[in-house]
């Protein structure tokens, strides 16, 4: 293969890779967590669209319990953004890592 045709295979997987990462980006991703009470909506770009507390776990006298849950669910929906994006990246790569992708 000559240098050119690899030139151009790689422009080709670069411009499939930031059309395919604008997809995700555009996405939203709804993630439920302790039993539905929490539910937080996340775009692909990783940004918190919303937040949703179900008023029953709203006691303040369980304060930090709330936090906790919150925590615990923004935690999940970046994971849910991230195993998109691996996708994505072993999509273009074929698995291969060290591309910085």
């Not at 939203?28 to 940004?47: L, N, Q």
């Not at 006298?61 to 849950?69: A, N, R, V, W």
């Not at 923004?74 to 953004?81: D, F, G, M, P, T």
């Not at 998109?84 to 990246?89: D, M, V």
């Amino acid at each position: 293969m000559n240098i050119n045709a690899l030139m151009q295979q790689a422009q080709k997987m670069q411009k499939e890779m930031t059309k395919l990462t604008k997809e995700l980006e555009a996405k939203s991703f709804t993630v439920s967590s302790a039993g539905g009470a929490i539910e937080v909506v996340i775009k692909g770009t990783k940004r918190i669209e919303s937040i949703k507390i179900d008023e029953d776990a709203i006691d303040p006298s369980e304060k930090e319990m709330l936090e906790d849950m919150i925590k615990i669910a923004i935690n999940e929906a970046l994971e849910v953004v991230e195993k998109e994006f691996e996708k994505i990246n072993n999509q273009m790569t074929g698995g291969m890592k060290g591309f910085g992708f």
